[in-house]
């Protein structure tokens, strides 16, 4: 019996290798995608963590030089309040002085006055004190006394309030690194499933949906300050 060869229509030959490049360019395409994504997302991840740990740094910079300058501020108040007692005890022992015509020991006491008492002291006496009732009751009074100890306490306490908020802003900056990082962990899930799946039309839509928060991460981010 003779030997017959079948072979198969030119042009059924020609479909089936076109389907079969059709198919095996788009899987690339889809492969590629998937790549892209982990590539794009896992430098994301990258920079976030970075910045994070940078704001983090920051936040306990602020927050220890907020305390130096708080325990400066302290130290200050309570020089200014021991100052203060001096004053009043040298007016006082001046005040006796005086009303006890005891003028050497007035004058004694007056020149112990520190220098920053004294514009205020001779300020109260600008005013006649021992004849007119409507004079401020001492020289501690009077606007023109000021002390040093504690100007300097009220600004280490500012530059401490100030410190003390910058600190909360890195804080809360890099709390907004660490959520970005959720996003970008999502993306790396979905476009490693996607890798996995068989069927194409969910194979697109996983990479899609992980394009989509890969991209609102990425403006999420863009939107935070650099360390």
Same mark, same amino acid.
């Not at 907020?66 to 400066?72: E, F, G, L, M, Q």
């Not at 504690?150 to 100030?162: G, I, R, V």
């Given at each position: 019996m003779p030997h017959v060869h079948v072979h !198969?229509?030119?042009?059924?030959?020609?479909?089936?290798?076109?389907?079969g490049k059709v198919t095996s360019r788009r899987e690339r395409v889809l492969e590629l995608g998937a790549v892209v994504l982990l590539s794009v997302t896992t430098l994301a991840t990258a920079w976030s963590g970075y910045q994070a740990a940078r704001w983090s740094g920051e936040q306990s910079q602020d927050y220890a030089q907020?305390? !130096?300058? @708080?325990?400066?501020a302290q @130290?200050? =108040?309570?020089?200014a309040g021991q100052l203060r007692i001096d004053d009043l005890m040298l007016f006082n022992n001046w005040l006796n002085a005086h009303d006890a015509g005891d003028e050497r020991l007035a004058a004694?006491?007056?020149? @112990?006055?520190?220098?920053?008492?004294?514009p205020a002291? @001779? +300020?109260?006496? +600008? $005013?006649?004190?021992? =004849?007119?009732?409507r004079a401020v009751p001492g020289p501690l009074y009077m606007p023109q006394y000021r002390l040093s100890a504690? !100007? $300097?306490?009220?600004?280490?306490?500012?530059? +401490?309030?100030?410190l003390y908020r910058e600190g909360t802003n890195a804080k809360t900056n890099d709390d907004k690194y660490i959520l970005s990082t959720v996003f970008f962990a999502a993306v790396l899930f979905f476009a490693g499933i996607s890798l996995r799946l068989d069927w194409r039309p969910l194979r697109v839509a996983v990479l899609c949906l992980g394009g989509a928060m890969l991209l609102g991460g990425l403006v999420f981010v863009l939107s935070l300050p650099i360390a």
């Open positions: !198969a229509p030119h042009e059924l030959t020609e479909k089936e290798d076109s389907a907020a305390s !130096a300058n @708080r325990i400066k @130290r200050g =108040s309570t020089t004694e006491y007056r020149r @112990r006055f520190r220098p920053e008492f004294v002291y @001779r +300020a109260w006496l +600008a $005013q006649r004190p021992f =004849s007119n009732p504690d !100007a $300097q306490a009220k600004a280490f306490d500012a530059k +401490a309030d100030d």
